[in-house]
């Protein structure tokens, strides 16, 4: 009975990716907080949203949409024109979701994992061949494929060698983008098929695709964007959330491999195969530098994020039953994604 429930709200989730969606109340479900109050933190959430060049935001929570909202694209920015390809059905902005797209490709890579096609363990070179980095050849055969999912390659964005693989975080997008390569290889087939076979179809995300970027965001050594929408973003952590289940009742990708993307690295307690993780004792940005504390104070410390650039968001919160999106250009407050939790806190309780 427990199982047949469970599938039961697959079935109603798979509902938030039709066309006639339509936002549930504001208050939370089971909320004891009067009326007035809900909607003054839902209204001072959303005014907040749109004052930090938000253009998509949807928050599902125990599977009932809290609020779905697309706002209009910022003006006289000069770089967001160039991650939008038009417009879904919905009205919703196609984006490509910039640096988010790590964590669908930590995916990929879990779904390949599962079907035998790779051993994180191994190196780099035994599955795209050698000679794909600058560093010595015996430098280069100790990167394993793990070290690269948890941007611990050694390597610099040049490819140069600068630490033994395994011994130093750093945010790596240039070498990152080799694992796209390597699912592919290992799969043998291209990566936009085993992507919309493994993951676009099963979880129903029928918005998102590999496109190629302009030359101007090519230049930074990952010249193909996933684009998508707030929704099919939602689908995807939806899927993480009921533990590799797709909204459909599929199997995306095993439980056990799905956990392994969560541990955290030995070289960042903060980052797990490519995504973010809070809770953690200290986390390392980006550039190297240490912070003590968790990613965000205010979000639940099982908090999981595809995080992107211009605060492109999917958090995924296991004990809360949430799924978080946001979408649009760079927000204007440089503590967003902590001003964004104190305000959602008083929205989900």
Do not use: C
Request: aromatic share 8%.
């Amino acid at each position: 009975m427990k199982a047949r429930s469970h599938i039961k709200a697959l079935l109603l989730g798979a509902a938030m990716a039709a066309a006639t969606i339509a936002p549930s109340a504001p208050a939370r479900p089971g909320a004891a907080k009067p009326a007035a109050t809900a909607d003054a933190a839902m209204n001072n959430l959303l005014d907040y949203l749109r004052n930090q060049n938000t253009t998509g935001f949807l928050v599902i929570q125990d599977g009932k949409v809290l609020v779905e909202k697309n706002f209009p694209a910022p003006e006289g920015d000069k770089q967001f024109p160039l991650f939008v390809y038009g417009k879904a059905k919905d009205g919703a902005l196609l984006e490509d979701v910039a640096s988010q797209q790590k964590s669908f490709v930590s995916v990929l890579i879990a779904v390949a994992i599962d079907k035998g096609l790779i051993d994180v363990t191994r190196p780099v070179s035994d599955y795209i061949g050698t000679g794909w980095s600058k560093a010595a050849p015996e430098q280069e055969a100790r990167i394993r494929v793990i070290d690269v999912l948890h941007m611990a390659s050694g390597l610099d964005e040049k490819f140069g060698y600068e630490a033994p693989a395994g011994t130093k975080f750093f945010y790596n997008t240039p070498v990152y983008a080799i694992s796209k390569r390597i699912v592919a290889a290992a799969a043998k087939q291209p990566l936009e098929t085993i992507t919309q076979q493994w993951l676009t179809e099963p979880a129903g995300m029928a918005n998102t695709a590999w496109r190629k970027r302009p030359a101007a965001l090519a230049s930074i050594g990952n010249d193909t964007g996933l684009v998508t929408t707030p929704r099919d973003t939602a689908l995807f952590g939806l899927m993480i959330l009921h533990k590799g289940v797709s909204n459909t009742g599929t199997r995306v990708v095993s439980e056990a491999s799905l956990k392994l993307m969560f541990e955290r690295s030995p070289t960042n307690p903060a980052y797990g195969r490519l995504w973010w993780l809070n809770g953690g004792d200290y986390m390392m940005g980006a550039m190297g530098n240490r912070k003590e504390g968790p990613l965000i104070a205010a979000a639940p410390a099982d908090t999981v994020a595809a995080l992107g650039a211009f605060n492109r968001r999917l958090f995924v919160v296991p004990s809360k039953k949430l799924v978080v999106v946001r979408t649009g250009a760079s927000a204007n407050d440089k503590d967003f994604d902590q001003q964004l939790w104190l305000r959602l806190n008083k929205v989900i309780g």
